[in-house]
């Protein structure tokens, strides 16, 4: 068995009434001492995904089991502990506790644990010496750059030595010079005892990095002659949070446009009739579609690749239709 | 969380927003302030009374059998009855006294209200001076220091001029209105233009049986009875107190609230490295607390300095001194429970929130 593994994870959000999936059956699995990539641009459930392994939020659907220990299932007690003990977090805005110094914030996870403050004094002198601000000590983070804040933000994920850390798009805020320190000291950190987990849209890291996980493959962008579809009345031709690369026109018959709403209801968006399209933003803008499509009567239907519509229809794109 | 991990956090947040801090615990400060000072006057009226009543060196008082026992408002008996109370059993020595709230004129200033006594030479509680000299004669007065005459200023009550010969100091009845001593002779003038009437028999021992009309008060029933008198004016005080105690606690609440506010993100955070929503809550009560209890200590030193705005006589008790700091951590915890749904509401995944 895997040291981590993610096994068809789900997340579902509330957003403003409907529902979003930024992460629909995931898979995945990794080993210790492994320096895990997560990329794909925003929105794509990197930071859910993230936020899910911490044990900060519960999945809908699915398991996350790191060192035999179901995540997903913690409560209480048990999560605290987890968040505590099991894993070290690097946060994208640093999060340093603006009143504390570089010292005494990477002191926090140790106090929050119950550990002496001469130990966990000593603990976080080793780490900043390690992360090289011996001589910073005692600044405040307003008095420190943003690449020695995240480098104070790693030494406090690291302080009670987890064998699980995750940084959340850690060179995000940081200049060319100061992202080559910190993705070096990830690399580094990822040894036998400890997994680094780091999501990403800077896809410099996949060359250090032992996996790169792609949270959004790239649609397909090879060119088809139009495949037409028939469907019967009531069948879903695409669903809400789907990925696809093609662009419906309607030769016969009519389509619903519908959303899913959060109480597990639907919102008709619209009906699409013959000589129409619909679902042109979603491949366009490389998104999941926003809206699911199911024939209304008997329809027959021209899919057509991005690059064929556009020649059709020219003046697109209008307004979105089922993205 | 370690509470030295929770007091760590605590003290650093407190040092980092020391300004706020300051600005929150100097108004607070100014009311608990206010709030000793309310006690003051409370309890300065009860100890007026006290230094009055005491100070004519009696072990009772015979009064009408249909008066208050209210020292300043006695129902008048004939001047004969106090040889009659001396000849009574169980009574040492008698002395006859007259209490009557009057209003004396000061040549240049406006009407002063003052509390004429009049005793005879010799007899109980003439010795009331504590600068000059007491009482000798017809025409002569001490007055209390409050009154602002020295010894030789003159003024007069009704159709009486009389000449100060002695200050005294803590004597006053009614909230702060000055005692004037004067001879039995002159009271009698100012204030029953010039009948044989008297307010009360001083005194000692105390008297088996009683000629018809009159009975025996303790002294200490007088001075309760003359502090009902007062009871309006002291519960409005004790009421004021309470609405003092609620601003201090807005004020601290205030402060919590909005830093509380600004550390939506430390709190997210927080909890996200495994701090529980109860740790979270110690802290803000940890600090609300601080605040309050440094308010409160500050709030001594003022109220030291606020006393002479007021015209009454302030006492504060040393129980008010003791109540204060616990009133502050009960504030301290209630203004912390203002800003705990946001403790409690922190979402840790925020903490991801770029």
């Known amino acids: 068995m895997a040291q981590l593994e993610v096994r068809d994870l789900t997340m579902e959000f509330d957003s403003g009434g409907y529902i979003v999936r930024p992460l629909d059956k995931l898979t995945l699995e990794a080993?210790?001492?492994?320096?895990?990539?997560?990329?794909g641009p925003s929105g794509c459930g990197k930071t859910t995904l993230l936020s899910c392994l911490a044990g900060l939020l519960t999945p809908t659907s699915g398991t996350?089991?790191?060192?035999?220990?179901?995540?997903?299932?913690?409560?209480?007690?048990?999560?605290?502990?987890?968040?505590?003990?099991?894993?070290?977090?690097?946060?994208?805005?640093?999060?340093?506790?603006?009143?504390?110094?570089?010292?005494?914030?990477?002191?926090?996870?140790?106090?929050?644990?119950?550990?002496?403050?001469?130990?966990?004094?000593?603990?976080?002198?080793?780490?900043?010496?390690?992360?090289?601000?011996?001589?910073?000590?005692?600044?405040?983070?307003?008095?420190?750059?943003?690449?020695?804040?995240?480098?104070?933000?790693?030494?406090?994920?690291?302080?009670?030595?987890?064998?699980?850390?995750?940084?959340?798009?850690?060179?995000?805020?940081?200049?060319?010079?100061q992202v080559e320190g910190i993705l070096l000291l990830m690399r580094e950190l990822a040894t036998a005892g400890r997994m680094v987990v780091v999501s990403t849209h800077d896809d410099r890291i996949t060359h250090i990095a032992d996996r790169v996980v792609e949270l959004v493959p790239n649609a397909s962008t090879a060119e088809h002659e139009p495949v037409e579809i028939c469907l019967a009345a009531g069948e879903i031709l695409f669903e809400q949070g789907d990925r696809g690369n093609l662009v419906y026109v309607i030769e016969e018959g009519s389509v619903e446009i519908f959303r899913e709403r959060a109480d597990r209801g639907e919102e008709l968006l619209t009906v699409v009739g013959a000589g129409n399209y619909f679902g042109e933003i979603g491949p366009i803008l490389n998104l999941p579609r926003s809206a699911s499509a199911r024939a209304a009567e008997p329809t027959r239907l021209s899919a057509l690749t991005v690059r064929t519509f556009r020649k059709r229809f020219p003046s697109t794109v209008r307004e979105a239709r089922a993205g | 969380?370690?509470?030295?991990?929770?007091?760590?956090?605590?003290?650093?947040?407190?040092?980092?927003?020391?300004?706020?801090?300051?600005?929150?615990?100097?108004?607070?400060?100014?009311?608990?302030?206010?709030?000793?000072?309310?006690?003051?006057?409370?309890?300065?009226?009860?100890?007026?009374?006290?230094?009055?009543?005491?100070?004519?060196?009696?072990?009772?008082?015979?009064?009408?059998?249909?008066?208050?026992?209210?020292?300043?408002?006695?129902?008048?008996?004939?001047?004969?009855?106090?040889?009659?109370?001396?000849?009574?059993?169980?009574?040492?020595?008698?002395?006859?006294?007259?209490?009557?709230?009057?209003?004396?004129s000061v040549a240049g200033v406006p009407p002063v209200s003052v509390n004429v006594i009049g005793l005879p030479i010799g007899g109980l509680g003439t010795n009331q001076a504590t600068q000059g000299t007491d009482v000798r004669g017809s025409g002569?007065?001490?007055?209390?220091?409050?009154?602002?005459?020295?010894?030789?200023?003159?003024?007069?009550?009704?159709?009486?001029?009389?000449?100060?010969?002695?200050?005294?100091?803590?004597?006053?009845?009614?909230?702060?209105?000055?005692?004037?001593?004067?001879?039995?002779?002159?009271?009698?003038?100012?204030?029953?233009?010039?009948?044989?009437?008297?307010?009360?028999?001083?005194?000692?021992?105390?008297?088996?049986?009683?000629?018809?009309?009159?009975?025996?008060?303790?002294?200490?029933?007088?001075?309760?009875?003359?502090?009902?008198?007062?009871s309006a004016g002291i519960s409005s005080i004790n009421n004021s107190k309470v609405f003092m105690a609620a601003i201090a606690a807005i004020i601290v609440a205030s402060l919590v609230y909005v830093t509380a506010l600004e550390r939506s993100r430390d709190f997210a955070v927080l909890k996200a490295l495994g701090a529980s929503s109860a740790t979270l809550f110690g802290g803000l009560a940890l600090?609300?607390?601080?605040?309050?209890?440094?308010?409160?200590?500050?709030?001594?030193?003022?109220?030291?300095?606020?006393?002479g705005v007021f015209q009454q006589p302030v006492s504060i008790p040393s129980s008010a001194y003791l109540i204060l700091p616990l009133v502050a951590i009960g504030i301290g915890l209630l203004a912390s429970l203002i800003a705990l749904r946001r403790a409690v509401s922190a979402d840790p995944a925020q903490a991801f929130a770029g």
């Open chain 1, 31 to 39: 080993e210790d001492g492994e320096l895990i990539a997560l990329l």
């Open chain 1, 64 to 177: 996350i089991t790191f060192q035999g220990t179901d995540i997903g299932s913690l409560t209480g007690a048990a999560v605290a502990e987890h968040r505590q003990n099991t894993v070290g977090v690097v946060f994208q805005a640093f999060n340093l506790l603006a009143s504390l110094s570089a010292r005494k914030n990477v002191m926090v996870p140790l106090a929050l644990a119950g550990v002496g403050r001469r130990e966990a004094g000593r603990r976080a002198d080793e780490l900043l010496e390690r992360v090289a601000l011996s001589e910073r000590l005692h600044h405040l983070p307003r008095q420190l750059s943003g690449g020695q804040q995240q480098r104070v933000a790693i030494a406090r994920a690291l302080v009670h030595d987890p064998p699980l850390v995750l940084a959340d798009e850690p060179t995000a805020h940081l200049d060319h010079i």
């Open chain 2, 1 to 104: 969380m370690g509470d030295a991990g929770v007091f760590g956090i605590t003290v650093s947040d407190l040092l980092f927003r020391k300004r706020q801090f300051l600005i929150a615990i100097g108004g607070a400060a100014l009311v608990f302030a206010m709030t000793l000072l309310l006690a003051g006057l409370a309890a300065g009226f009860s100890v007026e009374i006290n230094a009055t009543v005491q100070s004519f060196g009696a072990d009772a008082w015979v009064v009408a059998n249909a008066s208050s026992a209210r020292v300043a408002s006695l129902t008048p008996i004939v001047g004969s009855a106090a040889g009659r109370v001396a000849a009574s059993p169980g009574v040492r020595h008698a002395s006859p006294v007259i209490i009557v709230p009057q209003t004396a």
């Open chain 2, 140 to 230: 002569e007065a001490v007055v209390d220091a409050t009154m602002g005459l020295g010894i030789g200023k003159a003024f007069s009550v009704g159709p009486r001029t009389f000449t100060v010969v002695g200050v005294t100091s803590n004597r006053t009845l009614l909230g702060g209105q000055p005692n004037v001593y004067v001879t039995l002779g002159d009271a009698r003038t100012t204030a029953f233009r010039g009948a044989d009437l008297i307010s009360a028999v001083l005194v000692t021992g105390i008297p088996t049986a009683l000629p018809p009309g009159l009975t025996v008060r303790s002294n200490q029933a007088i001075e309760e009875s003359s502090l009902q008198q007062m």
């Open chain 2, 287 to 307: 600090q609300s607390s601080i605040v309050a209890l440094v308010a409160a200590l500050l709030a001594t030193v003022l109220a030291q300095f606020m006393t």
